[in-house]
């Protein structure tokens, strides 16, 4: 197998049983945030703004353009 699955928030190599969420464990308690986050990116949403409206990302600093 040449699958690789790593956590969708950190990078972390997950085993099979921690990718239904695609999280692992210290990235479980995120879960919601990403089935919120997907829904928004079919909806059609860029995923920076997807991000930002559920709270999976910092507003980016204004100064900092
Ligand atoms: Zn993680």
């Known amino acids: 197998m ?3 699955y790593q ?7 997950l085993t099979t ?3 239904s969420s695609r999280l692992c464990d210290e990235c ?8 919120r ?3 928004l ?6 995923s920076d703004q997807a991000k930002l409206m559920c709270g999976l990302a910092d ?3 204004p100064d900092d353009e």
């Open 28 to 35: 479980c308690y995120l879960a919601a945030d990403y089935r």
């Open 41 to 46: 990116r079919e909806e059609g949403h860029m």
């Open 7 to 13: 956590c969708r928030n950190c990078r972390t190599p």
């Open 17 to 19: 049983e921690e990718t």
């Open 2 to 4: 040449s699958l690789h």
């Open 37 to 39: 986050y997907d829904d």
């Open 59 to 61: 507003p980016p600093d």
